[in-house]
């Protein structure tokens, strides 16, 4: 049940922090076969667990991306190829890693508490078909240890879709 998933404060450590999350959300998604139901857990548990300002998925959805579950405060709801670190992330197909949003060209402020941002693609038969998007109000709060994490994380909903 999704109550597990509550890793103490005392664990400071961004890595262990995700090593310890990373099987309980492959628990969580293992024996439900609805997908919003387990975006939507997906997002809840990150955001939650790793001290997140927002978190969510966006849907590839003909040329645009369109808002998908998420936790954290209102954000706009469809972005295009190519637009902001999200459309940006879909072009290149790779996981982008935003330091400090004000200096990415073209990044969308859908709040002005987000300082930095990590964007990983959800890749199925070697297309983009979500894109997994986290903000912080930090700034650098992201790099290599989430990138490798999220995108374990994208990898295991991608299996999930049929
Ligand atoms: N900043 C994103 C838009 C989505 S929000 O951060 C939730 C972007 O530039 O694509």
Known sequence: MNETINISPDITDKKKRYELLLPQIQALIEGESDLIANLA???AA???????FWTGFYFVKGKELVLGPFQGPVACSRIGFGKGVCGTCWQKEKTIIVADVNQFPGHITCSSYSRSEIVTPVMKN?????????DSEK????DEV???NLEKIANLVAGKIV
């Open 41 to 43: 857990n997906v997002v």
């Open 46 to 52: 990150l955001q939650y667990n790793m001290g997140f």
């Open 126 to 134: 070697g297309e983009v078909i979500m894109v997994l998007d986290v």
């Open 139 to 142: 700034l650098s709060n992201f």
């Open 146 to 148: 989430d990138a490798v």
